[in-house]
């Protein structure tokens, strides 16, 4: 073969190895991709007399872990809790997603129930209450001295109440995860146990994070927005490991 043909045809052989070499654009895998597009949004529910200023670390923390996050303006969650209800649907329907995490503090978790409970039946995915009262608490507790002074909120919040007692009755749906997150040292739901949830994932912060002294609004902040953003986080709710503990 001539020389300046053999030179041709070897640079022709280059040129196309490059190409070769070249890969192919290829779809990221399963755990490469953004999973987070997956994920239903969550509404966050303040509590008695609470604004949605009291929920901002609760959405940081899931924001952080790539959540959408709406937060009900409960107008101070002074109000009968059944309206508070109506305000979390008009929320939910305001997403535009057919299914929704909730989450709710105090007051706020009983809110959430009688939604998920109701109007929302279909639409919870997963619901964590956080410091609730489900059976009631006193009001000493409340630090209400006069029954005249207690809400209409407040009255369904004490042991005993209708409202209580029809939740009770009504029981924890099995279509949706149900987790509860308390503190032994919470001083506002009296007993402490009184926010344990019959059918829901129990999780005393204590248990998880040692000898922790949160008071009621302790649970606003650390470590329980990195709780909260555990018990979300997955095909299922599981109790979070100590590692939630340390995060912040």
Do not use: K
């Amino acid at each position: 073969m001539p020389l300046r043909l053999l030179v041709v045809v070897t640079l022709l052989g280059v040129l196309a190895a490059c190409g070769d070499d070249d890969p192919a654009p290829t779809e990221p895998t399963p755990t490469e991709q953004d999973t987070s597009a997956a994920q239903p949004p969550v509404v966050l529910v303040p509590g008695l007399g609470g604004s949605p200023t009291d929920m901002a670390l609760i959405a940081n923390a899931l924001e952080d872990d790539g959540r959408t996050t709406v937060t009900v303006d409960n107008q101070g969650g002074t109000a009968d809790l059944r309206e508070q209800a109506a305000l979390v649907d008009e929320a939910v329907r305001g997403t535009g997603a057919e299914e929704v995490d909730v989450v709710g503090f105090s007051a706020g978790g009983i809110v959430a129930r009688l939604w998920a409970t109701g109007d929302g039946a279909d639409a919870v995915r997963r619901l964590v209450t956080i410091g609730a009262p489900h059976h009631g608490t006193t009001l000493e507790a409340l630090e209400v001295s006069d029954p005249a002074d207690c809400t209409d909120a407040c009255a369904q919040l004490l042991a005993g109440s209708d409202l209580l007692e029809e939740l009770d009755a009504t029981g924890v749906p099995a279509d949706a995860d149900w987790v509860s997150i308390w503190s032994d040292s919470d001083g506002v739901v009296d007993p402490a146990e009184s926010a344990r949830l019959d059918g829901a994932l129990d999780v005393n912060v204590q248990a998880v994070c040692g000898d922790l002294e949160l008071r009621h609004l302790d649970l606003l902040g650390h470590p329980v927005p990195d709780l909260v953003a555990a018990v979300l986080d997955g095909e299922e709710a599981v109790v979070p490991d100590a590692s939630a503990c340390d995060a912040g």
